[in-house]
C-alpha cells in the first residue's frame, strides 16, 4: 500500500535551515507529482510546493528563494531544503501525493523556528 514517511523536523533557530525528507512506497513514485504541505497551529493546511515527474517545480509565491524541492528518484524520496528560517515557518509539514484521484498523507513533522 501507499506509505509516506516525512523525517528531518526540528527545533532550529531564525536564519537556519532544514531538510526534509520523505521517504515514498507503494506506487510508482517516478510517475507521479509530490507535494509537501504545512499547517501552523491554528490555521489551514496550506501547499508549500510541488516537484513534477520532469523535475519541474510549483512554489507558493511567498516561500520561492527560501525553500527548494527536489526528488530522488532511485531513492523514491522528496527533500525540502528550508533556508532562512522564520519564526512563522513553524508548523507540522506532511508530503502528499495524489495517485488515481486519492490524495495520500505522511504522518508530518514537526519544525520549530524559535529563539
Known amino acids: 500500500q501507499v506509505q509516506l514517511v516525512e523525517s528531518g523536523g526540528g527545533l532550529v533557530q531564525p536564519g537556519g535551515s532544514l531538510r526534509l525528507s520523505c521517504a515514498a512506497s507503494?506506487?510508482?513514485?517516478?510517475?507521479?507529482?509530490m507535494n509537501w504541505y504545512r499547517q501552523a497551529p491554528g490555521k489551514e493546511r496550506e501547499l508549500v510546493a510541488t516537484v513534477y515527474p520532469g523535475d519541474n517545480a510549483y512554489y507558493k509565491d511567498s516561500l520561492k528563494g527560501r525553500f527548494t524541492i527536489s526528488r530522488d528518484n532511485a531513492k523514491n524520496t522528496v527533500y525540502l531544503q528550508m533556508n532562512s528560517l522564520k519564526p512563522e515557518d513553524t508548523a507540522d509539514y506532511y508530503c502528499?501525493?495524489?495517485?488515481?484521484?486519492?490524495?495520500?498523507w505522511g504522518q508530518g513533522t514537526q519544525v520549530t523556528v524559535s529563539s
Open positions: 502528499n501525493a495524489r495517485i488515481s484521484q486519492l490524495y495520500y
Open positions: 507503494g506506487f510508482t513514485f517516478s510517475t507521479y507529482a
